[in-house]
């Protein structure tokens, strides 16, 4: 039972990523995602959620408008949109489900950066 996340790097500010969650060893449809942000020195927070059928909400104002989660229940897949990247972004962006999250994964580093 894991998620690994991947998708992160450096990129300049206004540029884009794409995270993506991989889940595996349970079943995924029935669980909301969640992607959580872990900034240098600072607590991890909770980014953008998703439930079983779709349902989004995106947690920070400061990305409002620029993050978009997603999923493919097919793929077992979770997904992080994030546009109009700024130097605040920058962190640890780590993947879990809910209810019963599972043991934190390695997390996928962004630093956005000129």
């Known amino acids: 039972v894991q998620l690994v996340e991947s998708g992160g790097g450096l990129v300049q500010p206004g540029g884009s990523l794409r995270l993506s969650c991989a889940a595996s060893g349970f079943t995924f449809s029935p669980y909301t995602m969640r992607w959580y942000r872990q900034a240098p020195g600072k607590a991890r927070e909770l980014v953008a959620s998703?439930?079983?059928?779709?349902?989004?909400?995106i947690y920070l104002d400061s990305m409002k408008g620029r993050f978009t989660i997603s999923r493919d229940n097919a793929k077992n897949m979770t997904y992080l949109q994030m546009n109009s990247l700024k130097p605040e972004d920058t962190g640890v962006y780590y993947c879990?489900?809910?209810?019963?999250?599972?043991?934190w994964g390695q997390g996928t580093r962004v630093t956005v950066s000129s």
């Open positions: 998703i439930s079983s059928v779709g349902g989004t909400s």
């Open positions: 879990n489900r809910i209810p019963s999250l599972l043991p």
